[in-house]
């Protein structure tokens, strides 16, 4: 008896090293594509394309996708899904903008707050109402569109009838009839400044997924996510606390996605409820570049930074591919993302089956 | 005596499971039938205050048309989102799901304009283009649609990632087919397929009314049918049975990409242009809302095509009454997206 335990546990125990073995080719492959990648990039394009002025904005605009990508993996850990992102990254940029003219803290500190909230009401839908997250925040998703479609004319018209006393001009300085703009004359674009010669958005990337990173693999938190997406029915019946978890994975997610959204607003000046269309699928894209399953129950943090990495490079090159003239137009574009995310789940496909 | 008792157990399970759904689909259908009279309503007062109609002539024969044109509109809206969510129900009965739709209307919306205004229709006559024109895109819907499917059977792929690789690439495609310019056009033969009105009628309604009758027959009596949803409740066991796995899945995405040609055909016919960044944009969110509102359940094993059909109607009708009672656009999203949110919610208790 005792022996045949034994054996067990000696089994899971090589298998979990093998798993964690593969997971980390996995982000090795990809971080060496990605070497690869830059550097035949830097030869053939030169100066243009390794310019640090190139490198900090393609950095920039990648990490609004890392945050949401991050929330994403957890997210997907645990089997689910997070499809509202996009439209809470929008909504936080509304928040945002309307919130600078109080200073970049608070902007920063209420837009999270209330993207955590609806991230929040999507982990209570999923895990108290037992509503599939694909459907959850697919409703998510589109009420956060329509209410930053709102916002703009309810912050002009209904504001000052809310608060009575505060000049009409403080509420609709800044809004259009469809977008609101970010209050210049406060610090709200500080955000992006450098510290120590690097943008700060960069810098809080690195940190959230160094952060994440050693959430995953070695806080409890991190192993409950792990396990609840290998065997929900398991851990539930392990006593884990199934429901908190999952509420927690979601609320991070709304969390990760209203960060986006103040620095998208940031960059652009203005906040347009028609902004970071497609931004989940990106996410998603991310998350499976990186190697994590869909399926749930194992991946890893910074694979998931060098998926977002690698597609934003990609892209960022086929803005410089320019051949005889014939310069590729974003549809092109498009269609070689579709092709190049075919290839990688085409490479990946042997990879997850053996291990899946 | 116990598994007696489980059975009898069993069985009151099953009624209760049943009756609940027919609770649901009769309160489905009072709900649309509340709100369409609530709209007959308004629509009448309307006319009926309108004086000149009344000085003109019969106040019934204005109403008449006021509703006429009402359920055309309502009916006209929602026929593309109910041949994509057939499709979708399709799919989702499998237990998969189908992003790429929307790409795949744009690709479909896209060739039909470069056949009939090409030179195929100088050198054999506009007829034939015509017929080309919606038999050939409706083939390369189904061919991307056979791609998804074997990605998903063949090379092991979870169809949210196959299908979202065409959902990427394909709305690609459609816009590098005319380096995304719109092409604008004025076909009344070729339109008929949406701006015909035989007997009154819109065309495509009568095509969406087609396209739910079939897919209601085979899910209903046919093998295929049957297939489909025990591949959906358990691929294993329906492997084992000697159910063409592999086959059937193929099937229903091959299915989802020709009805989400036809849906893009239609399209472009409303709108005299091809307009392959807009044609199609989220209508897989319509569609899939539908299909979960409709009661057929994202895990799959379950379909139900007429649930779809009334659940594509219920949203449009509640956007329409909202509209029409003058709640903006906006509000009107978030609006439905509760709704959504409460159909799927009853739903889930009773599989609960």
Known sequence: ?356 | MTTSEQTAVKVERSNFGERFQKVRTYGMVIVLLLLVGFNIFRIYRVVSTNETIVENGNVTEAFVQALNSALNVNLTQVATIVIVAVGMTFVIATGGIDLSVGAIMAIAGQLAPLIFMGPIAERFGMAFANVLAIVVPIIIAGIFGLFNGLMVTKLKFQPIIATLIVFIGGRGIAQVLTNGYLQFFKNPDFQYIALGRPLGIPTQVYIMFIVVLVAWYVMRSTSFGQYVLAVGGNEKAARLAGVPVDKVKTAVYVISGALAGIAGLIVVAINSASDANLNGMLIELDAIAATAVGGTPLSGGQASILGTFLGALLIQMVKFTLLSIGVPYEFALVVNAGIILIAVYVQTKRTA
């Open chain 1, 1 to 356: 008896m005792a022996t045949i335990a034994n054996n067990a546990n000696q089994d899971t125990g090589t298998r979990k090293f093998q798993l964690s073995n593969l997971m980390r080719q996995q982000g090795a492959l990809v971080f060496i594509i990605f070497i690869g990648v830059f550097v035949l990039a830097s030869i053939i394009f030169g100066e243009n394309f390794y310019s640090a002025y190139n490198i900090k904005t393609m950095l920039i605009y990648n990490s609004m996708l890392a945050f949401i990508s991050l929330g994403m993996t957890f997210v997907i850990i645990t089997g689910g899904i997070d499809l509202s992102v996009s439209s809470v990254a929008v909504l936080a940029s509304m928040l945002a903008a309307w919130f600078s003219r109080f200073g970049l803290l608070p902007a920063i500190f209420v837009t999270i707050f209330f993207t955590t909230l609806v991230g929040f009401f999507n982990g209570i839908v999923i895990a108290r109402w037992n509503i599939q997250p694909f459907i959850a925040t697919l409703v998510t998703f589109m009420a956060a569109r329509g209410l930053s479609l709102i916002m703009p004319k309810v912050f002009a018209i209904y504001m000052p009838v809310v608060l009575p006393g505060v000049p009409i001009e403080l509420w609709a300085n800044n809004v259009l009839d469809f977008s609101i703009i970010i209050d210049r004359t406060k610090n709200m674009q500080d955000i992006l400044l450098d510290f120590g010669g690097i943008p700060i958005p960069i810098i809080l990337m690195i940190a959230v997924y160094v952060i994440g990173e050693v959430a995953l693999q070695f806080s409890r938190f991190g192993q409950r996510t792990l396990a609840i997406g290998g065997n929900e029915e398991a851990s539930r019946l392990m006593g884990l606390p199934v429901r908190r978890v999952k509420v927690i994975v979601y609320s991070l997610s709304g969390a990760l996605a209203g960060l986006s959204g103040v620095i998208l607003a940031a960059r652009s000046g203005v906040a347009l409820p028609t902004e970071a269309v497609g931004w989940e699928l990106q996410a998603i894209a991310a998350v499976v570049v990186g190697g994590t399953l869909l399926t749930g129950g194992r991946g890893s943090v910074i694979s998931t930074l060098m998926g977002v990495l690698l597609l934003g490079l990609i892209f960022n090159i086929l803005n410089f591919v320019n051949v005889g003239g014939f310069s590729l137009t974003v549809y092109w574009q498009s269609v070689i993302r579709g092709i190049f995310l075919f290839i990688v789940v085409l490479l990946q496909a042997p990879w997850s089956k053996r291990t899946g």
